[in-house]
């Protein structure tokens, strides 16, 4: 069981590239997050997903996409990544949030 | 403002000590409360979730909330070097949550 997993772990990306957040869950929630944080910061609500076939923007979607593929997955895309983008990204399933080991992106 | 303010840190308190965390938020709709400890370079962990007015124990945790003060504290009793890592508080209203930016704790020993 291992609860929430997010892939790749680590990415670097070159300014203007694009790439998918893959993240998936095998607990059966309804609800999915993403957030990113970075360093010395909080959390920030990119988007979420109540349930399968819904998503909702959070405080930061600029410069993103989500797609909820089924109640188990839910991807992050960025379309062009620019350096703000740099940071680590959370998924997490759940009311509660139970966050998966996250994704260190570089964008230079 | 930022909509959820936690006691700016770094905390440090002796092993064994009662560390207290301190959280403060701003809409009166939320309905739920979370603490979520996170060490160095790993993802959160939920610690406890409380609902309702007053004092929620958890083994060594002991949560409390006052609606009326919009105030959420997390006491940690006997504290110990495992629990150095920074504490984040979360406030959630309709399902979204929403982060301050954390206390880091330092126990030592």
């Known amino acids: 069981n291992a609860g929430v997993t997010q892939t790749p772990k680590f990415q670097v990306l070159k300014t203007g590239q694009s790439m998918t957040l893959q993240c998936a869950q095998d607990?059966?929630?309804?609800?999915m997050y993403w957030y990113r944080q970075d360093p010395g910061m909080g959390l920030r609500l990119i988007y979420y997903s109540a349930s399968e076939g819904t998503t909702d923007k959070g405080e930061v979607p600029n410069g993103y996409n989500v797609s909820r593929l089924n109640k188990r997955e839910f991807s992050l895309r960025l379309e062009s990544a620019a350096p703000s983008q740099t940071s680590v990204y959370f998924c997490?399933?759940?009311?509660?949030?139970?966050f998966g080991p996250g994704t260190r992106l570089t964008v230079t | 403002q930022k909509e959820v303010e936690q006691n700016s840190g770094p905390l440090s308190v002796p092993e064994g000590a009662i560390a207290s965390l301190n959280c403060t938020y701003s809409d009166r709709g939320s309905q739920s409360f979370f603490w979520y400890r996170q060490y160095s370079g790993k993802s959160p962990e939920l610690i406890m979730f409380i609902y309702s007015n007053g004092d929620k124990e958890d083994g060594r945790f002991t949560a409390q909330l006052n609606k009326a003060s919009q105030y959420v504290s997390l006491l940690i009793r006997d504290s110990q070097p495992s629990d150095s890592a920074t504490y984040l508080c979360?406030?959630?209203?309709?399902?979204?949550?929403?982060f301050g930016d954390g206390t880091t704790l330092t126990v030592k020993p």
């Open positions: 607990m059966n929630h309804n609800s």
């Open positions: 997490a399933a759940s009311y509660e949030q139970y």
């Open positions: 979360a406030v959630n209203d309709a399902g979204k949550s929403t």
